[in-house]
């Protein structure tokens, strides 16, 4: 069980990170793919994959296994800035104590029994086993997340959107709540079922909650994180299936001449900050059936995405719709 205590001072430093960061999922779907998990949700990311990964992944599969402890310095926090380039610099840059006390704690987990000996080069902060290391991050993040990142981007902006109701709705509480079954709020500790015991007391430094498009069923927290930072919790988010590949894959001209006509045009405009169905009809003039008409269409094409909630279905813009929408204002 992991237990998240907050005070009064934490309640009012909560907040929820805008983008996806490439760390950590790098490190969440490398697990997941060498994971026996066999959710449909992910499975033909994975027969897309892993026939893309070789000898420069072995590097990876050591400091990432499928259970139990992954180094914290492959995930640091970096105050926001979330570019791959800078987050592989800042992984590179850590301090070789640092580097020898997490993989030392990683020889010694229960699920990687095994010597430092391999990683000793690692460890002791050698120059040419950290640009073995960056070239492995990148190498991996190019071939098995780079050609996905828009869609991953759309889910986790559609996941945000619905944080944002949620805290407009109800502070605070309403957005920690609004994360169950996942997460149980009970004032003032958040609790997660985990596979150890965690008493993680935030005393005064908040907490940033880090949507993750990798992470499965349960949170994740660094198991060592530093004192003078917010603690992060990486959460998992909702999918849609079929998000690795299919409609939006090829727009074609057919598609996107059904987009003309000024009820898309503001549904897709309207979009940005996230609609439900019902909210888009009532805006539009619209019946209910003509606004999920209207999105279905959008969503074909690509330039929207909807994510069905407990009682609504929540409807976003994509990288693509927003590209479309604003190259219409820059043309006008």
């Given at each position: 069980?992991?237990?998240?205590?907050?005070?009064?001072?934490?309640?009012?430093?909560?907040?929820?990170?805008?983008?996806?960061?490439?760390?950590?999922?790098?490190?969440?779907?490398?697990?997941?793919?060498?994971?026996?998990?066999?959710?449909?949700?992910?499975?033909?990311?994975?027969?897309?994959?892993?026939?893309?990964?070789?000898?420069?992944?072995?590097?990876?599969?050591?400091?990432?296994?499928?259970?139990?402890?992954?180094?914290?310095?492959?995930?640091?926090?970096?105050?926001?800035?979330?570019?791959?380039?800078?987050?592989?610099?800042?992984?590179?840059?850590?301090?070789?104590?640092?580097?020898r006390a997490d993989l030392t704690r990683l020889a010694g987990s229960p699920h990687r029994r095994r010597t430092?000996?391999?990683?000793?080069?690692?460890?002791?902060?050698?120059?040419?086993?950290?640009?073995?290391?960056?070239?492995?991050?990148?190498?991996?993040?190019?071939?098995?997340?780079?050609?996905?990142?828009?869609?991953?981007?759309?889910?986790?902006?559609?996941?945000?959107?619905?944080?944002?109701?949620?805290?407009?709705?109800?502070?605070?509480?309403?957005?920690?709540?609004?994360?169950?079954?996942?997460?149980?709020?009970?004032?003032?500790?958040?609790?997660?079922?985990?596979?150890?015991?965690?008493?993680?007391?935030?005393?005064?430094?908040?907490?940033?909650?880090?949507?993750?498009?990798?992470?499965?069923?349960?949170?994740?927290?660094?198991?060592?994180?530093?004192?003078?930072?917010?603690?992060?919790?990486?959460?998992?988010?909702?999918?849609?299936?079929?998000?690795?590949?299919?409609?939006?894959?090829?727009?074609?001209?057919?598609?996107?001449?059904?987009?003309?006509?000024?009820?898309?045009?503001?549904i897709l405009e309207d979009v940005v900050t996230g609609r439900t169905t019902g909210e888009l009809a009532e805006?539009?003039?619209?019946?209910?059936?003509?606004?999920?008409?209207?999105?279905?269409?959008?969503?074909?094409?690509?330039?929207?995405?909807?994510?069905?909630?407990?009682?609504?279905?929540?409807?976003?813009?994509?990288?693509?719709?927003?590209?479309?929408?604003?190259?219409?204002?820059?043309?006008?």
């Amino acid at each position: 069980m992991l237990r998240v205590h907050f005070t009064a001072e934490d309640i009012a430093r909560v907040r929820v990170a805008a983008v996806p960061d490439p760390l950590w999922e790098i490190a969440n779907s490398f697990q997941l793919l060498a994971s026996s998990d066999d959710s449909p949700v992910f499975g033909q990311w994975r027969r897309l994959v892993r026939p893309l990964l070789g000898p420069a992944d072995a590097l990876l599969t050591t400091l990432l296994p499928p259970r139990g402890y992954s180094p914290d310095f492959l995930t640091p926090d970096r105050h926001g800035t979330l570019d791959l380039a800078s987050a592989v610099d800042t992984v590179l840059a850590t301090p070789r104590t640092r580097l020898r006390a997490d993989l030392t704690r990683l020889a010694g987990s229960p699920h990687r029994r095994r010597t430092l000996r391999d990683l000793r080069p690692l460890a002791d902060g050698d120059p040419d086993a950290l640009r073995r290391l960056g070239a492995a991050l990148h190498g991996y993040h190019r071939r098995a997340l780079a050609p996905f990142w828009p869609r991953i981007r759309a889910q986790v902006d559609a996941d945000r959107q619905d944080r944002a109701r949620a805290a407009l709705a109800g502070g605070v509480d309403g957005l920690l709540a609004g994360f169950s079954p996942a997460l149980r709020w009970s004032p003032p500790v958040l609790e997660a079922d985990y596979p150890v015991g965690r008493e993680v007391h935030l005393r005064g430094r908040g907490l940033v909650l880090q949507p993750s498009f990798f992470c499965v069923r349960r949170p994740v927290m660094l198991a060592d994180p530093a004192a003078d930072r917010a603690p992060v919790l990486v959460h998992p988010i909702e999918h849609t299936l079929g998000w690795a590949g299919g409609p939006g894959d090829g727009r074609s001209g057919a598609e996107l001449g059904a987009l003309l006509g000024r009820t898309r045009a503001a549904i897709l405009e309207d979009v940005v900050t996230g609609r439900t169905t019902g909210e888009l009809a009532e805006r539009a003039g619209i019946s209910g059936a003509a606004a999920s008409q209207h999105t279905a269409v959008l969503r074909r094409a690509g330039l929207l995405l909807s994510v069905r909630r407990k009682r609504y279905v929540l409807h976003t813009i994509t990288p693509a719709g927003l590209a479309l929408l604003t190259g219409a204002r820059t043309s006008v």
